[in-house]
């Protein structure tokens, strides 16, 4: 160690600062084992250089981070946004990965100083330091700081036991360890802003595919979750009572499990009870299949599924993807209640969708489904489910609640039919074509 630093001092003599000398002295050490091949090295060897060079570079993680914590002059030295966005330039790293560093640095620098303190002395290394952070973080506002000191020092002694992932899991409880009378109060609030946020995030996005099938995915509430899983695992297990009645019967075929749990969202969609849920446009929410006469009754045909235009598609895909199904899926979809089949004549014209009301019906209101699919105003796509009936002849000026008086306008262009400053003009293809009064 000697020859390393008299080989510092005849390099670079004009370097005083203890830490530009510590790490002269360090690089000057590893050049002496540059070549040294550990092929050589006994077991017992390895196993000690493994945790001692571990322990070094986490203590001069430390101290890269405590320099950067303390960095701020370089970021407006050089213009940069931040020590980190100037460390990342200059070491040519990841701006992420410095990013987290200064976090990191920050929270140990102004907050946890023992924490800080136990990384130097490498009692505990960056990853269990990051996780200790974030734990202590997570506290709330409320806690007494002797409590969050207590927490920081358990928290610590346990990094010397335990890896991050089981000491990220004694941090979600470390009130319950040093202050059980907290608990309760801290614990109901903290599951409050949790569920408030799972509110916050709740998102759920349908896309198809063009291949026949659609993509769900989103973010729902945990308690949501459980109960959504609780109920597909109703149908995606083995049902006892097959297998009793014919033990040779394999009542869930050899399937992966994301596949069972995909058939059981299938089934519990088709379970749903229409009349339980809520007005929707008008009707009940309700799915209509249109489909000529002679193709429903024929083994290969088929039909056309109203609202499929509610899905987005991929823009790379049949525009018309997911609006047809076989004749075969109609025949069964019409024993369904929960599905409205509108039997078609030769001409297209509606059989069978029940007696007209003075007021739209619903059975009037899935004729103009039938009918105009998609809201009638000119260049306008929102589907007919989004859809609202108008009367094109108003009723407080004479006109009656028949079909023919009847348009399925969204309710941005239903508005604007019953705004004096616009004038509408119903085309001869039915669509309904707006101008701004002059």
């Known amino acids: 160690m000697r020859a390393c630093a008299e080989a510092v001092v005849e390099r670079r003599p004009h370097v005083t600062h203890p830490i530009l000398v510590a790490t002269d002295l360090i690089d000057e050490a590893l050049k002496t084992v540059a070549d040294t091949n550990p092929a050589f090295m ?7 250089a493994l945790r001692e060079l571990a322990t070094l570079e986490s203590r001069l993680a430390e101290l890269r981070m405590r320099i950067l914590a303390d960095a701020d002059d370089l970021a407006a030295e050089s213009g940069a946004r931040d020590a980190a966005g100037w460390l990342a330039d200059s070491t040519r790293t990841r701006l992420e990965d410095a990013r987290a560093d200064l976090r990191l640095a920050v929270a140990l620098d102004r907050r946890w100083q ?12 960056t990853a269990q330091a ?8 997570e506290l709330p506002d409320e806690v007494p700081t002797v409590v969050l000191e207590r927490a920081e020092g358990v928290l610590i002694e346990h990094a010397g036991r335990f890896a991050p ?8 409880h470390i009130l319950t360890v040093i202050a059980p009378d907290l608990v309760d109060e801290a614990e109901g609030r903290r599951l409050a802003a949790l569920e408030a946020e799972g509110r916050r995030r709740t998102r759920l996005t349908l896309r198809r595919l063009g291949d026949g099938t659609t993509r769900v995915s989103g973010l729902i509430p945990d308690a949501s979750a459980t109960r959504l899983a609780t109920y597909l695992e109703a149908y995606a297990n083995p049902r006892r009572d097959v297998v009793d009645a014919d033990p040779t019967i394999d009542p869930v075929p050899c399937l992966p499990y994301p596949r069972h749990l995909g058939d059981a969202f299938c089934q519990l969609i088709g379970a749903l009870d229409p009349k ?6 008008g009707d009940a929410t309700t799915v209509v299949v249109t489909i000529p006469f002679e193709k429903l009754m024929a083994d290969l045909g088929a039909g056309d599924l109203l609202g499929s235009g509610t899905v987005p598609s991929d823009p790379h895909t049949d525009a018309r993807a997911g609006e047809s199904i076989t004749a075969a899926q109609a025949r069964r979809l019409a024993c369904n209640a929960n599905i409205i089949p509108a039997v078609l004549g030769g001409d297209s014209e509606v059989l069978d969708l029940g007696r007209a009301r003075r007021l739209f019906s619903a059975a009037q209101r899935r004729a103009l489904l039938i009918r105009d699919r998609t809201c009638r105003a000119e260049g306008c796509d929102i589907p007919g489910t989004w859809s609202e009936a108008h009367h094109w002849v108003t009723w407080q000026s004479g006109g009656d609640t028949g079909l023919d008086n009847g348009v399925l306008l969204c309710s941005h262009h239903h508005h604007r039919a019953h705004d004096p400053t616009y004038e509408a003009e119903r085309m001869g293809n039915g669509d309904v074509r707006f101008n701004r009064r002059t």
Do not use: F
Request: avoid cysteine.
């Open 276 to 281: 339980r849920l809520p007005v929707h446009g």
């Open 42 to 48: 006994a077991t017992a060897d390895k196993a000690a």
């Open 114 to 125: 023992t924490l800080g303190a136990a990384l130097r002395e490498g009692r505990v290394n």
């Open 165 to 172: 992932k089981q000491l990220a899991r004694i941090g979600r």
């Open 130 to 137: 990051s996780v200790i952070v974030h734990a202590l973080d």
